[in-house]
């Protein structure tokens, strides 16, 4: 039996599309959240949620979680392309479509087209339960995947209604230990400074990166929560943390940083 696979769901989110290339063993949660639990407690194996799409940036939610709430590991990612679409019940014209329900990201990735519309938006937990929401409404559109408009029988009546053509989004597999070395590997870490305010500490953190050649693919803040001016630091670097070199400089940064945690070591897509 495959592993079991949890996905944030229902059917037909873009989630469900990332996951299913990973496995035909999949269960449906209805939050980012619901997906985490579900391989803490052991009902499922591994779980996909989004992290970060090139329009609008990181799933905040997904980092908070990761870092506040939930000790799993990046065990992989994938990243697919996104193409949204204004989906509709049989015979609604543009003309009378007043609301738009969809995920958060996804109205923020198709914003130009939605301001040209002039209707009212409406966040969902995700896009597929959008799709849901809005069958057999005459004047509701959704924003999602086609693959949630013949679920929920609605039709496309604008295809690719996103900012631009090459919208992607990164997915990450989470588990409870992360991939074993492959030679083509980044590992992702969060850590907070002893002192925000000092001149330069951050900067002193990394160096010890550039001292040692070490690429980084990402750095993001965010705040801490504990306080206006705290934050908390997210960052890929290229290589594995169990590659002699890579775990020498993760032992310096955790030396010198007030919390550390490392989120997993996972081939690059
Ligand atoms: O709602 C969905 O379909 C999701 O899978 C979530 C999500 C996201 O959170 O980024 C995934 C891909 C797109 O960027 C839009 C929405």
């Known amino acids: 039996m495959q592993n079991k696979v949890s996905f944030l769901g229902p059917n037909g989110t873009f989630t469900h599309e990332a996951a299913s290339t990973i496995s035909e063993n999949l269960i449906s949660y209805c939050s980012i959240q619901s997906v985490m639990e579900s391989v803490v407690n052991g009902e499922c194996d591994k779980g996909v949620v989004p992290i970060e799409n090139s329009i609008e940036g990181s799933v905040t939610l997904t980092l908070d979680l990761l870092v506040h709430k939930f000790n799993l590991m990046i065990e992989n990612e994938i990243i697919i392309p996104i193409n949204h679409n204004l989906l509709v019940n049989d015979g609604v014209r543009i003309e009378d479509i007043s609301d738009v329900y969809s995920h958060s990201q996804a109205l923020a990735q198709c914003q130009p087209f939605l301001e040209k519309l002039n209707v009212k938006k409406h966040f969902t937990l995700s896009t597929a339960a959008a799709a849901k929401k809005v069958e057999g409404h005459k004047n509701y559109a959704a924003i999602g995947t086609l693959t949630s408009g013949k679920l929920y029988n609605l039709k496309p009546l604008v295809s690719n209604v996103q900012d631009n053509d090459t919208n992607q989004t990164r997915f990450i597999i989470l588990s409870k230990k992360d991939h074993i070395p492959t030679g083509?590997?980044?590992?992702?870490?969060?850590?907070?400074?002893?002192?925000?305010?000092?001149?330069?500490?951050?900067?002193?953190?990394?160096?010890?990166?550039?001292?040692?050649?070490?690429?980084?693919?990402?750095?993001?803040?965010?705040?801490?929560?504990?306080?206006?001016?705290?934050?908390?630091?997210?960052?890929?670097?290229?290589?594995?943390?169990?590659?002699?070199?890579?775990?020498?400089?993760?032992?310096?940064?955790?030396?010198?940083?007030?919390?550390?945690?490392?989120?997993?070591?996972?081939?690059?897509?």
Request: glycine share 6%.
């Open 184 to 269: 083509h590997d980044k590992t992702s870490i969060v850590f907070s400074l002893y002192d925000d305010a000092s001149s330069g500490a951050l900067y002193k953190v990394l160096k010890i990166f550039s001292n040692k050649n070490i690429n980084l693919s990402k750095i993001e803040s965010r705040p801490s929560k504990e306080g206006l001016g705290s934050y908390i630091f997210f960052i890929d670097l290229e290589g594995h943390r169990n590659d002699k070199s890579i775990s020498e400089i993760l032992s310096e940064v955790k030396e010198k940083t007030s919390f550390f945690k490392i989120l997993g070591s996972y081939p690059i897509y």
